[in-house]
Structure formats: C-alpha cells, structure tokens
C-alpha cells in the first residue's frame, strides 16, 4: 500500500478502469512501499499502478483470496463432502465474488486462472461481477513450489518463464493485480540459499508484473511449522526482508507502485509459549518498522485469530495503511454454512459478509469481537488453550 502522503494525492481507480478486453502459513502484512529517489523504473502502466494499488488499499477494505488451485478447492469441497469438480468449483466461487454489498468491505480479489476465465453459473463473466462492485481483479501468476537443489529440503517457486506474455493476458482479460507465493522455512534452515532464491525470484515477477501493468504483491511467506518462538520468527523475517528489499531496487522496482505481504510476526504453529495479539502486534511493527520503508495482512489462523491480531496492528498510529489479504480466515465459516446447498447460497454469503465487516472493523481499530460464532473461533490459541 501507498505511504501516506500517496494515498493523499493519488487518483483513486475508477472500477470501469480495471478492464480493457499445504503447509501451515503464518498470518501475513502487505506493505507498499514510500516513493524514494532510488525507485527509477517508470513503464507505460506506472500511473495506472499507482492507482490500482491506492484502490486495493482503500480504508476499512481489504482482499478476499480465492486463488486456491484446482486440487486445494477439491480438498475444501471434500470437507463438506462435494466431489471436484469444474461445476462445483465454479457455483462456490459464484457464491463469493456474487455476496450483495462485498465491496463495501473487500477491495481486491485474488483468482486462480480458471476462474478469472470463467463465468458465474448465471453465465456472468467473474470479473465483471467483481468490478461492478468496484473490487479489483487480481490473478495467482506462479507454477508451484518444487524442491530446491542443494537446500536444506526447502522449496523454490517456479512460474518465471512465460511469466511475462501470461501476464499480458491476463491483463487483457480484466486482471489488475498478481499474487507470486514463495515459502521460507524456519525449521529447515532457513538456509541462504533459499531466502536468496525467494528474494531474486519475487524481485524477477514484481519487475515483470509492472511492465505488463499488474501490481505485484510482494510476499515471502514465512511458513507457520515450527516449535521455534516469535523471537526467532522476528530474526528469519528481518533477515528475508533484508534480501528481498536488495533484489527490488537492483531490479528497478518501482516501490510506490507494489502491495508488500510480510507474515506476522508469530511463534511456531508448535510452539507452547503462545503470543497475544497484543505481542504479534507490537513484533510484527517492529518488523515493519525496521525493514520496510513505509500496508496491507493475511492470514493462517482462525478468523477471529487474524482479526484480533489485525485490529491490534491498528490501535496505534503507525506510518503503514495495515489491512487484509484472507482465504480461509473469510471463507472457513461461509464454506461450512453452504455444503454444496442451493438452499443455503443466502446463509452462507451472510456469513462471508459478516467476516469481510468484521475485518473492516479491525482495519480502522474498531473491533471488539462481540457476537463471533464458535466456528469463528476453531484453533483459536490463548495461553496454550484453544477455545
């Protein structure tokens, strides 16, 4: 997201503008990054860049991620005991991008390349669904994670060649905005080498991304396994930050025109010293503070997990627009309250709008938790506890 004296004078995106034609992770932070001196890159797309990441960025919104590929959409229908299927997948993705009111709370929405070509069951393109209520379009742009030669069993992110006439058409298609996830693991390492491949290869997407007019969100996502705590969290990230801040400006990525998603700062998914939303706040800006020239969140956790820890990330002033980039933790509730029903579409684009409003709330600092259903609540951690 824009620092603020970008958001201040930035046009913002006019919604007719967007179109022309399973590891555990941990909760993340999207930051875009202050104008600077040293930012020298200036394609043809950089002043509608500006403006699409302004929009994304826009006050008490956030983005929904419904980017899960084919196979990890199979696993979300097997839990409500749905087969895979093209037409399953698409009536579940007709129901999320199709919530009456969405806009009001999500700015942006994160697609998987079948459904950004695809059409809602009513025939329906998605995208035009999403634009008309002024939410941004944006596409996952990466092959997969595959082993890492030489690592310490740790994984790169394929995707970079052809990357660039991809993205070119899926600009075409309606597209603003591009995901690209690479992983670090702290209990494998991490090792130089592979925090050195996950930096050169967000730098490479985010240079390429910009000159196809997508702005890159930028995230090495720091994977939740782990006994270890959130001081030793604290340092992996500082140290990824480090490198991937190197590789975009040797690269002439234009800072101002990026959305970066660092991962909160957290213990260990098996870590037995729990940390308050409280401590996940104040080590996640401290993290910000020291590495990111001054933004934007997402998740791993429970829903009412991440929204805690994003509203404590707002009760103090802080030089960053901090919000939301969720998939489970927006669509864990509205999934189970569907089951594959017709009957239930209604119910279940209820719930998603309760948890798109309840991570608005947390965005602007106003959320007090009152009213979370228990399912909300699932592998929520407290004190070693999970209620």
Same mark, same amino acid.
């Given at each position: 997201?824009?620092?603020?004296?970008?958001?201040?004078?930035?046009?913002?995106?006019?919604?007719?503008?967007?179109?022309?034609?399973?590891?555990?992770?941990?909760?993340?932070?999207?930051?875009?990054?202050?104008?600077?001196?040293?930012?020298?890159?200036?394609?043809?797309?950089?002043?509608?860049?500006?403006?699409?990441?302004?929009?994304?960025?826009?006050?008490?919104?956030?983005?929904?991620?419904?980017?899960?590929?084919?196979?990890?959409?199979?696993?979300? %229908?097997?839990?409500?005991?749905?087969?895979?299927?093209?037409?399953?997948?698409?009536?579940?993705?007709?129901?999320?991008?199709? =919530?009456?009111?969405?806009?009001?709370?999500?700015?942006?929405?994160?697609?998987?390349?079948?459904?950004?070509?695809?059409?809602?069951?009513?025939?329906?393109?998605?995208?035009? $669904?999403? $634009?008309?209520?002024?939410?941004?379009?944006?596409?996952?742009?990466?092959?997969?994670?595959?082993?890492?030669?030489?690592?310490?069993?740790?994984?790169?992110?394929?995707?970079?060649?052809?990357?660039?006439?991809?993205?070119?058409?899926?600009?075409?298609?309606?597209?603003?905005?591009?995901?690209?996830?690479? $992983?670090?693991?702290?209990?494998?390492?991490?090792?130089?080498?592979?925090?050195?491949?996950?930096?050169?290869?967000?730098?490479?997407?985010?240079?390429?991304?910009?000159?196809?007019?997508?702005?890159?969100?930028?995230?090495?996502?720091? %994977?939740?396994?782990?006994?270890?705590?959130?001081?030793?969290?604290?340092?992996?990230?500082?140290?990824?930050?480090?490198?991937?801040?190197?590789?975009?400006?040797?690269?002439? =990525?234009?800072?101002?025109?990026?959305?970066?998603?660092?991962?909160?700062?957290?213990?260990?998914?098996?870590?037995?010293?729990?940390?308050?939303?409280?401590?996940?706040?104040?080590?996640? %800006?401290? %993290?910000?503070?020291?590495?990111?020239?001054?933004?934007?969140?997402?998740?791993?956790?429970?829903?009412?997990?991440?929204?805690?820890?994003?509203?404590?990330?707002?009760?103090?002033?802080?030089?960053?627009?901090?919000?939301?980039?969720?998939?489970?933790?927006?669509?864990?509730?509205?999934?189970?309250?569907?089951?594959?029903?017709?009957?239930?579409?209604?119910?279940?684009?209820?719930?998603?709008?309760?948890?798109?409003?309840?991570?608005?709330?947390?965005?602007?600092?106003?959320?007090?938790?009152?009213?979370?259903?228990?399912?909300?609540?699932?592998?929520?951690?407290?004190?070693?506890?999970?209620?």
């Amino acid at each position: 997201m824009a620092s603020a004296s970008l958001l201040k004078t930035s046009p913002v995106l006019d919604k007719t503008e967007f179109v022309k034609g399973q590891s555990l992770r941990l909760p993340s932070v999207s930051v875009r990054c202050q104008p600077s001196a040293l930012t020298v890159r200036a394609s043809s797309y950089a002043d509608e860049l500006v403006k699409t990441a302004k929009t994304i960025a826009s006050p008490g919104r956030g983005i929904l991620a419904m980017d899960e590929s084919n196979a990890t959409c199979g696993k979300r %229908l097997a839990s409500i005991g749905m087969e895979n299927t093209e037409a399953n997948r698409q009536a579940f993705r007709t129901l999320l991008v199709s =919530v009456p009111g969405l806009g009001e709370y999500i700015s942006g929405a994160i697609l998987f390349e079948e459904t950004l070509y695809q059409s809602t069951v009513e025939g329906k393109k998605m995208v035009d $669904v999403l $634009v008309e209520q002024n939410i941004v379009p944006g596409i996952k742009v990466d092959k997969g994670l595959v082993p890492l030669a030489g690592s310490n069993n740790e994984s790169w992110c394929q995707g970079l060649d052809g990357l660039a006439s991809r993205s070119a058409a899926y600009y075409q298609q309606g597209a603003r905005f591009a995901k690209w996830r690479t $992983v670090v693991s702290i209990p494998n390492g991490p090792s130089a080498l592979a925090v050195k491949e996950a930096a050169w290869g967000l730098a490479r997407y985010a240079a390429i991304s910009q000159d196809n007019g997508l702005v890159p969100i930028v995230e090495p996502e720091i %994977l939740l396994d782990g006994e270890h705590n959130i001081d030793r969290t604290f340092e992996v990230a500082k140290q990824v930050w480090a490198e991937v801040f190197f590789y975009l400006a040797q690269n002439n =990525v234009m800072f101002e025109g990026i959305l970066l998603k660092p991962s909160m700062v957290t213990p260990g998914a098996e870590c037995k010293d729990r940390a308050t939303p409280q401590q996940v706040a104040d080590y996640t %800006l401290s %993290l910000l503070r020291q590495r990111i020239p001054p933004a934007f969140l997402s998740g791993g956790q429970s829903e009412v997990e991440a929204t805690l820890n994003l509203n404590a990330m707002n009760q103090s002033p802080n030089p960053w627009h901090v919000s939301f980039s969720y998939a489970r933790a927006l669509q864990n509730t509205c999934l189970k309250t569907w089951s594959g029903r017709p009957e239930n579409v209604k119910a279940a684009q209820d719930a998603l709008l309760v948890r798109a409003k309840a991570n608005s709330l947390a965005q602007l600092g106003k959320y007090t938790g009152e009213g979370e259903s228990d399912e909300a609540k699932k592998g929520m951690f407290v004190k070693g506890y999970v209620y």
